[in-house]
């Protein structure tokens, strides 16, 4: 069964609506997709009304932003109804709109002519979404600043760059334990070329369940390594596209399809906070 555990929509930094995002997932061959937006589970509601008449099941996740750039964790199987871990989740917010406020600044005070309200015209706020980086871009893309996300980020946006800041979300273990504390599984997202196997460790004595490992940009090398740390730690292997839609630049739904063993770890660890 192809299956598609990373997706975003508007209501983080996606450019489509969670209806939207589920239509193209089933039309690309999925028959189970989760929603798994930055700090947000506000949109799972159209997403799932979307999946049921589509008759594909669609399960509620969220990807939530660490204070390491490159670091964030993803949550499976979360009581997403759950007022404290909506709490969480909003303090999480509040953390990633005053990191845009200071980026906003820093273009200010490098003459890139931007503001607070356009930002919060190009993530469409009153939706209630989280704010991130790609809403500066979007917001300087509209102004004709940068031609695109991509150019904003190697422009202004990624470290080193005038406007960058470093982030302001939570540890990872505080992270992993809001996602526990929701009666979810966490999974370390995208972790690249990151074999170190005693930050693994250390993550999985706090509370760690899986490292995505079937991703678009992993190389063949480095999955066979991440499945043998997750082997050596009894983590869950858990794969996804990324999906954020067209403009930028990951608008492929790829997802992957897990043998019989690998879902009948996955499928209890998805489904368990199911509403």
Known sequence: MKVDLHT??????????PAEVVRRAFESGMRLMVLTDHDC????????AQGEQL??????????????????VLGYGIE?????FIGRLAEFRGRREKRIRAIVERLR???????????QNAAALDRGQAVGRPHVADALRRKKIVRSRR??????????????????????EEAIAAIREAGGTPVIAHPGSLFDLDRFRSWTDAGLGGIEIYYPTHTHTAVLELLQ?????NLMPTGGSDFHGPG?????LTGFDPDDELWSRLAPALERGRA
Not at 8 to 17: I, V, Y
Not at 229 to 233: E, G, T, Y
Request: proline content about 5%.
């Open 41 to 48: 589970v506000a949109g799972y509601e159209q997403a799932r």
């Open 229 to 233: 740390i997750a082997r050596m730690l």
């Open 80 to 84: 997403w109804l759950s007022p404290a």
């Open 55 to 72: 008759g594909m099941k669609v399960l509620c996740g969220v990807e939530i932003n660490t204070h390491k750039d490159d670091i964030h």
């Open 248 to 252: 930028t630049g990951r608008d492929k």
């Open 151 to 172: 150019e904003a980020f190697q422009k202004f946006l990624s470290h080193g760059k005038p406007a960058f800041v470093d982030p302001m979300g939570p540890t990872v």
């Open 109 to 119: 005070q490098a003459s890139v002519d931007i503001s607070w309200e356009e930002v």
């Open 8 to 17: 975003h929509s508007h209501f983080s930094d996606g450019t489509l609506s």
